[in-house]
């Protein structure tokens, strides 16, 4: 018996979870920018934002796209 309680899910239902993820990313990417662009308080501000968000953006996503594989490969 393992030592912690283990949670298993189906591949195709990550997958979908995995892609409703990446929908819901992509559309707060684009509110994200458009609201920079329309009421951001100054070129620079808004170049340090969309810096920010894009480097933690990307780690999430990629730690995401990592535990997926390895949760899909091991199943």
Same mark, same amino acid.
């Given at each position: 018996?393992? +030592?912690?309680? @283990?949670? /298993? !899910?189906?591949?195709? /239902? #990550? @997958? =979908? #979870?995995?892609? !409703? $993820? %990446? =929908?819901?990313? =992509? /559309?707060?990417?684009? !509110?994200?920018?458009?609201?920079?662009?329309? &009421?951001?308080?100054?070129? +620079? @501000?808004? $170049?340090?934002?969309?810096?920010? &968000?894009?480097?933690?953006?990307?780690?999430? %996503?990629?730690? $995401? #796209? !990592?535990? &997926?594989? %390895?949760? /899909?490969? $091991?199943?």
């Amino acid at each position: 018996m393992l +030592p912690f309680p @283990t949670l /298993v !899910i189906e591949k195709t /239902v #990550l @997958t =979908v #979870l995995l892609g !409703i $993820a %990446l =929908v819901l990313f =992509v /559309v707060m990417t684009i !509110i994200f920018r458009f609201h920079w662009n329309r &009421y951001g308080s100054g070129e +620079p @501000t808004v $170049a340090k934002m969309r810096k920010l &968000y894009g480097l933690v953006s990307s780690l999430l %996503l990629g730690f $995401a #796209l !990592i535990f &997926y594989l %390895l949760s /899909v490969f $091991a199943l």
